[in-house]
């Protein structure tokens, strides 16, 4: 969907990449993450402190090409502190950080030439128009006039703004802003983009629109992400990996089912809908159950119509457990209404993980 | 169009379209625009604010004071000076009067002369265009945004400051220009080059004062979180030396050297409430600004001592020529650019170290 006109874009300024090439062999030698060449963002031990505070504590984190990557935290909990030192406007007081390959504390613009930015509660010239504030950005990364104007057509129409681009952002509302930040961060055609809330004011269906959009950025265009929210469904939705952050600390981050399996209490639950034809079957049901292997617990709905919950451990088990209701069903002549596994959402995940790391934190999860 | 439009992504690091030949194509560049980069980061910064100001409402609202404060002691000056021009004659340097002459508009109503309305008004430029320069960043949520494109942290408060100096100039130039223009039409008098000479000196240091507020603005900016509570500081220090400022320094120098019968002391406590007053950036530029325009202004202090004040009346009245009248304010407009440098100093240091976050 966007990769004609930036192609286009980009050969334009062929000539002077190639120059440059030349000279990028030095930095390759002095990277340490050489061995990964899709590692667009790579901390180690990246560690801030405010006098007595440690906001981030010996962070280890890497974002690849073609990933998007979920910050989870709470308010406070280093998240942007992060994502600042990651551009070089804050200095790290311990650690190394390498994004596209280079330490941004030591080449704060170049980074920042390939990194597109969006800070939590992003703000714009209240008189001037969307379009006027983008060809700002434009100019400050020296893009040429030209190229500036073609991209500032796409990104707004990437973002839906393209009816509104000539009103002034006074006008705007904060979720139009918020589009608004996603395409100021798309101008520069970056290989990195890192936003800080993306998605908080923004309506549902927008919010399906942009995280969209952000798929089909990385996809197309091998972009890695990294976005901090607290909105967690939408960064189930959304993210390829997620690393979860409690007091500067990264307690764990993978795929949602390495996070499960990692954060997960070591039980499977099923549930089960069941319509039975009399009172005796229904009593029968629970030790039913409980005959088959490896299943621990059987909740039995409160009311008639609310469904079974089964636990199993290991949850390995699952599967075979599900078979076993299955036939067990049969056999007994027991009516299924419904049968699947519960996946464990990315709160539950977030809570445990939080509640389990930090303890004295758990009750301001809840 | 090839299958895979931008295999790596990295829109920078890829030599264009022809990543196969290019070996390293996920390798950062270094400086790869850097050639491609015609203007600095602060010349963007500043053209950005040298529009948004020209467009403002101050400047419109700015310009019509500075005309105004002008413009109306110019008029009555212009009547004094042809009813005297008429009589003094053979006195050289009658147009730039037009600028120092305290006009009478009765015989009881004086107004302050072109200058020193300018010189009242004047710092209400410098601190209009920098008052709100880094905090009304901080307000919109916008300073983050302009940190993390790809430009040095100082081109911000640079190109800010540059930008100020230009609308300064300009308003300066255009105001100043008007004055001339009038005065050449109403009197009839065309400018001796000296004269011209003096008028640009002047302008210069009136620029160097205006930017003194200016630097004075943006230090405020930058130290205060609310743009209301910085603009509230800056006029309150004007309006503080404008008015309060002359019952300041006579109360400190009565502490200091006490008033009492004796000539001596009088002296002394003249001379006090002199050095006291030129702590004061209003003071210098006025001294500065009447030495320049009237080139009978011989002295700018007054005589310390009973001694000097006696020869100081038995000097024959006479007229310095430029150079005499720039080297005997000198000190005056070196205080001025300090003072001017000394604030932007601060302002940049503070604001290197600030935090992005607000």
């Given amino acids: 969907m966007t990769s004609g006109p930036r192609l286009a874009r980009k050969r334009k300024i062929a000539p002077r990449r190639g120059d440059a090439a030349a000279s990028a062999g030095g930095v390759r030698g002095s990277s340490p993450d050489d061995t990964d060449e899709l590692v667009r963002i790579s901390t180690r031990r990246l560690t801030k402190r405010y006098g007595e505070l440690t906001a981030v504590d010996a962070l280890d984190l890497d974002v690849r090409a073609g990933e998007i990557f979920g910050l989870l935290g709470q308010n406070g909990a280093g998240k942007t502190t992060t994502i600042l ?18 330490d941004p504390a030591r080449r704060p613009l170049e980074v920042k030439r390939r990194v597109g930015y969006m800070p939590d509660s992003v703000g714009f010239y209240s008189d001037l128009s969307g379009r006027e504030n983008l060809r700002y950005t434009a100019r400050l990364n020296r893009i040429e006039r030209d190229d500036a104007e073609a991209a500032i057509d796409e990104v707004l129409e990437q973002v839906g703004l393209t009816s509104r681009a000539d009103d002034s952002t006074e ?3 904060r979720g139009m802003l918020q589009r608004l930040g996603i395409a100021d961060a798309l101008v520069k055609d970056p290989d990195v983009l890192i936003l800080d809330e993306p998605t908080t004011a923004i309506d549902p269906l927008g919010v399906t629109e942009i995280l969209d959009l952000l798929r089909d950025l990385v996809k197309q265009r091998q972009m890695a992400i990294l976005l ?40 499977a639950h099923i549930e089960i809908g069941f319509e039975f034809d009399d009172e005796a079957m229904a009593k029968r049901a629970p030790d039913l159950l409980r005959a088959i292997p490896d299943v621990t617990e059987v909740r039995p709905g409160a009311r008639r119509i609310d469904p079974w919950i089964v636990a199993v451990r290991p949850p390995a088990a699952e599967g075979r457990v599900r078979q076993a209701i299955l036939a067990l ?13 519960i996946v464990p959402s990315l709160e539950e995940i977030y809570r445990k993980a939080v509640a389990r790391t930090l303890p004295a934190h758990a009750g301001a999860v809840q | 169009m090839t299958a895979e439009p931008m295999p790596l992504g990295s829109s920078s690091s890829e030599p264009g379209g022809d990543e196969s030949l290019e070996p390293f194509a996920a390798e950062p560049p270094v400086g790869r625009r850097e050639r491609s980069v015609p203007r600095a980061g602060w010349m963007v910064v500043a053209r950005k604010e040298f529009a948004d100001h020209l467009l403002s409402a101050r400047f419109v609202v700015l310009l019509l004071v500075l005309g105004l404060a002008a413009a109306i002691p110019l008029y009555f000056a212009a009547d004094t000076i042809r009813s005297a021009a008429s009589t003094v004659s053979g006195a050289t340097a009658v147009f730039i009067a037009l600028f120092w002459l305290p006009p009478n508009v009765t015989d009881t109503v004086q107004l302050p002369s072109v200058a020193g309305f300018l010189g009242i008004v004047a710092p209400l430029l410098g601190l209009s265009f920098a008052f709100d320069a880094v905090n009304g960043e901080r307000a919109q949520g916008t300073l983050p945004r302009l940190l993390s494109q790809p430009i040095h942290r ?12 230009a609308v300064i100039a300009i308003v300066l130039v255009a105001v100043i220009g008007f004055i001339a223009a009038f005065g050449i039409i109403r009197l009839g008098i065309v400018p001796a080059p000296s004269e011209l000479l003096r008028i640009v000196l002047w302008m210069i240091v009136t620029f160097v004062y205006v930017s003194l507020w200016l630097a004075f603005g943006m230090l405020l900016s930058v130290l205060v979180r609310r743009a209301a509570t910085s603009a509230l500081i800056g006029f309150g220090v004007w309006l503080l030396l404008s008015i309060f400022g002359e019952l300041i320094t006579t109360l400190v120098g009565g502490f200091i050297a006490p008033l009492s019968g004796s000539l001596e002391q009088q002296f002394a406590n003249n001379s006090m409430q002199e050095t006291i007053r030129r702590i004061r950036p209003d003071i210098l530029y006025s001294e500065a600004s009447r030495a320049l325009l009237s080139p009978q202004t011989t002295d700018v202090s007054t005589p310390a001592t009973v001694g000097a004040a006696q020869q100081a009346s038995e000097r024959i009245p006479s007229l310095l020529s430029l150079d005499q009248s720039f080297i005997l304010v000198w000190p005056q407009v070196v205080a001025l650019v300090a003072i001017t440098v000394a604030c932007f100093a601060v302002a940049y240091v503070r604001f290197m170290r600030q935090e992005v976050r607000a």
């Fill in chain 1, 85 to 102: 030192m990651l551009l070089g406007l804050t200095e790290p007081s311990g650690g190394t950080a390498r994004v596209v390959g280079l």
């Fill in chain 1, 171 to 173: 006008t705007y509302s």
């Fill in chain 1, 228 to 267: 901090s929210s607290h909105l967690l469904n939408q960064v189930q939705v959304v993210c390829d990996r997620i690393g979860i952050f409690a007091a500067g600390k990264l307690i764990g981050q993978g795929s949602m089912t390495e996070l499960a399996d990692r954060f997960g209490d070591g039980t």
């Fill in chain 1, 329 to 341: 069903a049969a056999a007994e002549g027991l009516h299924l209404v419904s049968l699947r596994p």
């Fill in chain 2, 154 to 165: 100082d081109d911000v408060i640079n190109g800010k400051f540059a930008a100020g100096l």
